[in-house]
């Protein structure tokens, strides 16, 4: 396991959608996918987006903040498993979104079965139930993800203080 680089990672946001807009973690996890997108665009991470059958749980929020990125639609769980998923030879994923415990976890597990270093944010996963967020949690470590926390992964990609990313970034977390 290593530290976070711009040139390896890649950032996954998963079904931050509509429907899951009632459940208690959700407005922290798409103020944070949201932090994790805009950092991605400064320091010229590539991401993608899923969200599941958006015909029945409705669209990606408009808080997270889409501007561009690839939306991949999916009936799947794992969004490694869907059409048109791909990191394009990231070797490391950040991946946030919902549910913890359901299509996050699928995603985490699918990843590092492809041999990806997975890192979790856990202020960036949430689910409808607290004992499902931490099974989720838990579960995603003891396969070998990384989790931390949206400030700790941002600094690692950072690297230093002092840059204009750093300082571009740093108002996204104040």
Partial sequence: MSLLSRENAALVVIDVQESFRPYDSFAGVADAAAKLLQAARILDIPALVSEQYPKGLGATVPEVGLDGE????????????????????????????????????????????????????????????????????????????????????????????GTPEFKAVQKLII
């Fill in 70 to 161: 690839p939306v991949i639609e999916k009936s799947v769980f794992s969004a490694a498993r869907a059409d048109g998923f791909g990191l394009n030879g990231r070797t490391q994923a950040i991946v946030c979104g919902l549910e913890t415990h359901v299509c996050v976890s699928q995603t985490v597990h699918d990843l590092l079965a492809q041999g990806v270093e997975v890192h979790v944010p856990a202020d960036a996963v949430g689910s409808r139930h607290a004992v499902d967020y931490e099974r989720g949690l838990e579960r995603m470590e003891r396969a070998g993800a990384i989790v931390s926390t949206v400030e700790s992964a941002l600094f690692e990609l950072l690297e230093r203080a």
